[in-house]
């Protein structure tokens, strides 16, 4: 809201400058957002709240003002000093719980035309552009007083008569109603919202706008000025139906003033009569709900509790006395009616706030409650840990928005029966590629390779924590939210100062081990994946125990294929982990076991079997041999090629041996060793590597 | 009968490595060398000769002992400079190394925020992002038609469901579980239906609550104040100010001295000195009333922030989607 300083002395003499007036309204609530000065006067941009609409005006500013400034407020002149005959104008209010009050006045005789100088100058200040001498004053008096008012052109009424009603009470349920509203576009009006009617036809949407016929044009002379109280809801719910907002909406719909419409009314046909000479007719003013404020009670001591400080029953009444309360005072507490323009104030806390609001925020001592200690809970720690494991392997955090479209689904070629088609569907997406909440993190990721890779950075690890949300849950309506970790690395083949002949699947691989291995999670397994968008030789479904927890592999070349990037074809490594999954395995209480106290004794042996036999089944068989004297077993180096047949592959692993209370001798640790060796080859059908 | 001390330094002089002394070490004392022959052939001479004789031969042999000794300890230093030499590698090429991953920006500030409030006694709690109207709206006191709803643009899933528009909810849903005293802040994504350099339709918000008997504003105050100083420094200068959250009354906007401009004005803090950075007040009886708690004897209060805004200020970031475009050369600055 933008307030003139000129035109707020008007009607209060502020004893300060512009400069501390901006602070003092920031200081009681109405902050001042930015102050712009012009060559006679400074405007205030006003920030306010949507529970102060009695300051969307400048006598609403005057009227804080007068209040912390204790100076008396003035009232514009509005008196009407001679009517000229009776109105001969017949109202009805049919709908009276939207429309508590409803004024009007003809005037008659006005030379339609451009505006006086100091109004176009006083309108322009506020950034309302001015369009004719009747229209601006209805503008002036809602910037002036903040009451909406409307013109309507009086030849177009028809038979001499207002009805303001719904649809359903006018037409009754069911009936077609359309208006033309003034900016050209025809509505038609839903059955409950509020609209006022001549003889014949709707001619305004109730507090929204008016109609096209019924609207001031250059050959008007004679016009009826509204001015009335609706319903705050009814207005809103029109002004959304109809997707129209307007000065006058954005006021009824936040309250207005039901004491001040009159006023409002007579200031317009006053400041019509001087701008334009007409001549003023007699007024009707129908106010079938009064404005009757229940008393609220207010406690000395509730006061203090709430706020943390020790006022006296003095201090409180000097804060609320400029405020336009009804006050009566009791030994220990305040009854309290509060004016027609703050139906904000319903309740003791609301009371409080205005006390403190003029006593001064600024005044309250700050004081610590008193303190326990807190804590982050397990979860939290457990996601932090995983998180720090993949910082310290190299990789960077992502965020990314939590949305998808139904093409990043379709671009994995997820299957129609997965859970991740399950997805949730905003009604109102910025974009359609926006229009899902993610089942999966790795579109996401997929997008931030593709960025990365367009801005030249040539190798990537990234990785990101969020939520995927899946399917609705059938009695709350909401989706299952699952903490998912995904994570991509890239990394173009360049010339390097030093070799890594890793494969990239190994790289990404390890980093979940050694998250497990952080949060102590041993019954872990990969199997063979079937992603559909990973490549089906390089990629693996992670479990532990017999559940699946995620998934890791390479990209495949047919995902690859479609994506926007130039030149060549990246190999790229992603994984996926549900978190929440992880939580039960690590949970562990760490105890301590004795280091051993007899050496160790090791064994290599390298085998060559089918080169189909994957190494997980080989460890496997080589733990399934029954002695308590195998400490660990791994394998350190896989072989295919020169000198071994085709098919086959070489597979060397190590055994480490020791017995718990002795030390092992060469012998007995070589008759163990060849058994076990015996023990494989028989498993595997293999044989020793010569 | 010769010197042989003579003829042992001229040899002396051109071993050259180690085996070569080892011979000439040999060659002079080992069992059949020049020197313990000729410490045998004492014996041949007579007994009075022998004393002196036997004297002179034994200062030769240890003479020669420790020339050979000192020769080999040179030796073997220069030979391990030698080796030193061979092996070195260039010291300025860089090492191998996997730079550690960066946190992201939001992150990094967002566990900073929150381990100041778990030092004051916060614990954290999260809640759903895709949320009911009724935890998002209905039972913070902003009913439908309420003209507050306009204060966030809203993505609807259905009339009842929404992503989630601020923290606050999880007040709610925590009131519901538990009895009171209750102390938690809830950090967690926020959706609004806005899109432009100063808006990103998702964003980050932290919430602080407090409930129990005898909460007061100066508690509330005490505790932005204490979380602000540690922030951005023991000297920024803290302001509250009336304002507007139909979930809490009185509500207070916080504001803190522009850290920018040190409170001289300038563009970011659009010349006002300060810099807005909490909403915050008292829990509202009518939220009490909505999970079940008596107002009448308990009291509480509120505050919420986002976390883009103190990244940016922190960081000097001017555009907000820089956080969501996840660009590497930007995230690794952090
Ligand atoms: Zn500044």
Aim: with cysteine; proline share 5%.
């Amino acid at each position: 809201m933008r307030i003139p300083l000129e035109w707020l002395r008007e009607f209060v003499a502020v004893p300060a400058d512009a400069s501390e007036v901006a602070h003092k309204l920031t200081m009681i609530g109405l902050e001042v957002e930015a102050v712009e000065n012009l060559d006679n006067d400074v405007v205030f941009e006003v920030n306010v709240t949507p529970n102060r609409p009695d300051c969307l005006s400048v006598i609403g500013i005057a009227r804080e003002l007068s209040a912390v400034y204790n100076t008396p407020l003035e009232f514009p002149d509005h008196d009407i000093l001679a009517e000229t005959g009776e109105l001969d104008f017949n109202v009805d209010i049919l709908d009276k719980e939207l429309c508590h009050r409803y004024a009007g006045r003809i005037v008659k005789n006005l030379r339609l035309g451009a505006s006086p100088e100091w109004l176009r100058n006083r309108l322009e200040k506020c950034n309302i552009r001015s369009i004719n001498n009747i229209v601006d004053i209805t503008n002036y008096v809602l910037l002036e007083l903040g009451h909406p008012l409307h013109a309507f052109d009086l030849g177009t009424i028809k038979g001499r008569r207002i009805r303001i009603g719904t649809p359903n009470t006018v037409k009754g349920k069911g009936a077609k109603v359309v208006i033309k509203t003034i900016d050209g576009v025809d509505h038609e009006m839903p059955g409950e919202s509020l609209l006022i009617w001549d003889e014949k036809r709707p001619i305004a949407v109730a507090g929204v706008m008016g109609g096209h016929e019924t609207e001031v044009s250059d050959s008007t002379k004679d016009i009826f000025i509204e001015s009335a109280y609706f319903d705050p809801a009814s207005v809103r719910r029109t002004s959304k139906a109809l997707g129209l907002k307007t000065e006058s909406s954005f006021r009824f719909e936040r309250g207005t003033d039901i004491k001040m419409l009159k006023k409002a009314l007579d200031r317009a046909a006053y400041l019509m009569k001087t701008v334009a000479g007409g001549d003023i007719h007699g007024k009707i003013d129908i106010y079938p709900k009064r404005y009757r404020p229940a008393a609220i009670i207010v406690r000395y001591e509730r006061v203090n509790e709430i706020l943390g400080l020790r006022l006296t029953k003095k201090d409180m009444l000097n804060c609320l006395n400029g405020l336009g309360f009804e006050i009566e005072t009791l030994p220990d507490r305040l009854k309290i009616k509060p004016p027609a323009y703050r139906r904000d104030i319903k309740m003791e806390a609301d009371v409080i706030e205005e006390i403190v609001r003029i006593y001064g925020y600024d005044r309250i001592p700050a004081q610590l409650p008193k303190a326990t200690i807190g804590t982050e809970g397990n979860e939290l720690k457990v996601r932090s840990n995983i998180k720090q494991a993949f910082l310290k392997s190299g990789f960077t955090e992502v965020i990314n928005y939590s949305f998808m479209g139904i093409h990043d689904i379709d671009m994995l070629g997820i299957d129609e029966k997965d859970e991740r088609r399950n997805s949730v569907r905003i009604k109102n997406p910025l974009r359609a590629e926006d229009s899902l909440m993610r089942t999966t993190l790795i579109p996401s990721m997929i997008k931030n390779l593709v960025h990365n890779v367009a801005h030249g950075n040539k190798e990537l690890r990234l990785f990101e924590t969020a939520k995927v949300f899946i399917g609705r849950n059938e009695n709350s309506g909401l989706p299952d939210e699952r903490e998912h970790l995904a994570a991509l690395y890239y990394k173009e083949k360049v010339k390097a100062l030093y070799k890594d002949e890793t494969h990239d699947f190994y790289i990404v691989k390890g980093i979940i081990e050694a998250v497990f291995n952080e949060l102590k999670i041993y019954d872990y397994s990969f199997i063979r994946s079937s992603e559909p968008f990973l490549h089906s030789g390089q990629s693996a479904d992670i479990f532990i125990m017999d559940e699946k927890v995620g998934y890791v592999g390479s990209v495949s070349p047919a995902v690859i294929d479609v994506l926007d990037i130039k030149a060549h074809k990246p190999a790229v490594v992603v994984m996926e982990l549900d978190i929440d999954k992880l939580m039960p395995y690590t949970m562990q209480v760490v105890k301590y076991r004795a280091l051993p106290k007899y050496p160790h004794v090791e064994r290599d042996t390298a085998l060559v079997v089918d080169s189909s036999i994957e190494a997980s089944a080989i460890v496997a068989w080589l733990k399934s041999y029954a002695s308590d004297m195998i400490e660990d077993i791994h394998i350190f180096d896989v072989y295919q090629g020169k000198n071994i047949p085709e098919g086959k592959k070489s597979i060397a692993f190590n055994v480490r041996y020791r017995a718990a209370g002795r030390t092992l001798k060469d012998e007995e640790v070589d008759a163990l060793h060849k058994s076990l060796v015996d023990y494989i080859l028989d498993k595997t059908n293999g044989q020793l590597r010569q | 009968m010769e010197d042989p001390k003579q003829t042992f330094l001229k040899e002396l002089s051109s071993a050259n490595n180690l085996s070569e002394l080892a011979n000439l070490r040999v060659k002079y004392l080992g069992r059949k060398g020049i020197i313990t022959e000729r410490l045998k052939s004492l014996s041949a001479l007579p007994p009075e000769e022998r004393p002196l004789q036997g004297k002179n031969i034994n200062e030769i042999k240890e003479s020669i002992e420790a020339d050979l000794d000192s020769r080999e300890s040179r030796l073997k230093h220069e030979e391990l400079k030698k080796q030193l030499l061979s092996d070195s590698v260039d010291v300025t090429l860089s090492g191998k190394f996997i730079p550690f991953g960066r946190p992201h920006p939001i992150n990094k500030v967002l566990s900073e925020i929150t381990d100041i409030f778990v030092g004051m006694g916060f614990s954290v709690e999260e809640g759903p992002e895709v949320e009911l109207d009724y935890y998002n709206f209905e039972a913070l006191n902003i009913p439908k038609d309420h003209p507050a709803r306009d204060m966030q643009d809203t993505f609807y899933i259905t009339d009842d469901i929404v992503l989630r528009t601020h923290t606050s909810p999880v007040q709610v849903r925590v009131m519901e579980k538990r009895k009171p005293p209750v102390r938690f802040i809830a950090p967690g994504k926020v959706y609004r239906c806005d899109a432009d350099i100063t808006h990103t339709p998702m964003f980050h918000q932290i919430e602080g609550f407090m409930v129990d008997k005898g909460i007061t504003f100066s508690n509330l105050k005490g505790v932005l104040e204490a979380f602000l100083h540690r922030m951005f420094g023991a000297d920024t200068p803290v302001r509250f100010r009336p304002s507007f959250f139909p979930f809490t009354e009185p509500s207070a906007e916080v504001d803190i001295g522009c850290i920018l401009c040190g409170g001289a004005g300038c563009r970011v803090c659009k010349g006002s000195g300060w810099l807005e950075i909490l909403g915050a007040g008292m829990v509202n009886p009518k939220v009490f009333e909505h999970v079940g708690y008596d107002p009448e004897e308990y009291s509480g209060f509120a505050f919420g922030m986002g976390i883009e805004r103190i990244a940016m200020l922190k960081y000097s970031i001017d555009d907000i989607r820089l956080f969501y475009e996840n660009d590497i050369r930007f995230l690794r600055q952090f």
